[in-house]
């Protein structure tokens, strides 16, 4: 498929950001969008890259009333040597496929989509900031946009990515952060959309984190729906816990997200010849290792913190400390191997990094 580009006119450019240590995340966006619409007739059709713009729907976008709204999240990174890369990019597509047939919405060839990210990225290459932990930030969106009131699948969508620069995600930086136990509210339930990286997901989740947040908790560890006894994952990100010398995170039993950089991490121990399980594991099983010193370490991991580690779980009204609150030694090495593999800094025995630039 052709894709079209027009430029942003020179005096028409935003402002880039001075201080990289500003940045925060999901702030700023740059000069230019990747747009691709769809319909029943033409499929897949009017590719383009353009100057960054508000969109237009019709008040009665099915998107606005009946949630098909799906979205990635991945990111490109500056080398020392100014060489832009790519982590595992085709991934994040074939997860937003899945999420896409979930919800009745139409898949992409990936092949397009991932020429069309390597252009807008390239076209806007001088917004990637060049900070050690740093990065620009992408998020491919799909959205039904067919004017009709009336629950049916919508015979029209608009596919999009936008991106920007950002810093670290969570304000503590890669400092140990503190999650809350939701007992009382539930995310996802096998059989539903939890496997999705669906708008919904994330709506369903904002109350309990809210409260979290009012408690001085940074996210909320999620407990499965059925029996409120095993973990399934934080907010934004997978969890993992090292107990003994085993590194444990739940199933993929479908009501979890299938985190790119989860898997990586997988990957990564194994290739270390650590002793991975993925297996169910109850919120009691957690408190009852803390006890005894066997917890060790805890982390979560997801594309835009990466790895962050757990310090702190309050659960029934008690918090529980890990690791005497401090970032355990596994939890720093793979933070700093992805890390380094993303920014080009050390082999990448797995083929994940893609250099564009």
């Known amino acids: 498929m052709e894709i079209s580009i027009t430029r942003v006119a020179t005096e028409k450019m935003k402002a880039k950001p001075v201080d990289e240590s500003k940045l925060g995340f999901g702030k700023i966006f740059t000069d230019h969008f990747f747009t691709m619409k769809f319909n029943q007739k033409k499929g897949w059709h009017d590719a383009a890259i353009e100057p960054y713009r508000m969109l237009s729907l019709d008040p009665s976008a099915m998107c606005l009333h009946y949630g098909q709204e799906i979205f990635e999240g991945m990111k490109a990174y500056r080398a020392k040597d100014d060489s832009i890369y790519l982590f595992r990019p085709e991934e994040n597509f074939k997860r937003l496929n899945a999420s896409a047939e979930r919800l009745c919405m139409p898949e992409m060839e ?25 990065s620009l930030y992408i998020r491919p969106t799909m959205i039904a946009t067919e004017a009709a009131i009336g629950l049916h699948t919508s015979g029209e969508y608009l596919f999009f990515i936008i991106v920007g620069p950002v810093g ?13 136990v939701s007992e009382e509210y539930v995310r996802s339930v096998r059989g539903g959309i939890g496997y999705c990286k669906a708008a919904g997901n994330y709506a369903a989740s904002l109350y309990a984190s809210k409260l979290a947040g009012e408690m001085g908790y940074t996210q909320v560890l999620w407990l499965d729906a059925v029996e409120r006894k095993y973990i399934e994952e934080v907010g934004t990100s997978n969890i993992f816990f090292v107990i003994d010398d085993e590194l444990i995170t739940p199933p993929l039993s479908g009501s979890i997200l299938p985190g790119v950089t989860r898997d990586s991490v997988i990957q990564i121990a194994r290739n270390w010849e650590f002793n991975v399980s993925e297996k169910q594991l109850s919120i009691d099983e957690i408190i009852a290792a803390s006890a005894n010193g066997s917890l060790k370490e805890a982390f979560a991991s997801g594309t835009a913190a990466i790895i962050s580690p757990v310090g702190q779980i309050y659960y029934k009204g008690k918090e529980h400390i890990i690791n005497n609150g401090k970032t355990g030694h596994l939890t720093e090495r793979l933070y700093n191997e992805i890390l380094q593999i993303q920014y080009g800094e050390k082999e990448d025995p797995f083929g994940w990094r893609i250099k564009i630039s």
């Open 168 to 180: 670290a995600y969570y304000p503590e930086g890669f400092s140990p952060t503190k999650i809350y």
């Open 110 to 134: 990936i092949d397009v989509v991932m020429e069309a990210l390597k252009k807008l990225v390239l076209l806007d290459k001088n917004w990637i900031p060049h900070g050690s932990g740093t």
